[in-house]
Nanobody, 124 residues
Framework: QVQLVESGGGLVQAGGSLRLSCAASGRTFSRHAMGWFRQAPGKEREFVAAISGGGGSTYYADSVKGRFIISRDNAKNTVYLQMNSLKPEDTASYYC?????????????????WGQGTQVNVSS
């Protein structure tokens, strides 16, 4: 069982930056690929970024490529999402998720554990 707690959301102006953190419980953190997803009001949850258990592989949605960076610190059981050049369309609740298969997937159904989410609001 893995418990995930996100933090770092808030209100930022367009063009600004935020760093989200996701702290995980358990001793097997490095065995789990981790993903970030987001959901805006009235829209489906969408994939943002993912990272393999060891951190050597990453994958991004086209909408955030070049602006967001996913990373992890396995010694701290934490995964991060550095968000730069934020746009109003990035406004959403952001969720981290853990994949028990340690594989990078872009579909939410392939992730086994989810956090409660943290809200990001980007003003124009």
């Amino acid at each position: 069982q893995v418990q995930l707690v996100e933090s770092g959301g808030g209100l930022v102006q367009a063009g600004g930056s935020l760093r989200l953190s996701c702290a995980a419980s358990g001793r097997t953190f490095s065995r789990h690929a981790m993903g970030w997803f987001r959901q805006a009001p009235g829209k489906e949850r969408e994939f943002v970024a993912a990272i393999s258990g060891g951190g050597g592989s990453t994958y991004y949605a086209d909408s955030v490529k070049g602006r967001f960076i996913i990373s992890r610190d396995n010694a701290k059981n934490t995964v991060y999402l550095q968000m730069n050049s934020l746009k109003p369309e990035d406004t959403a609740s952001y969720y981290c998720a853990a994949n028990g298969a340690n594989s990078i997937f872009t579909v939410s159904q392939r992730y086994d554990y989810w956090g409660q989410g943290t809200q990001v609001n980007v003003s124009s």
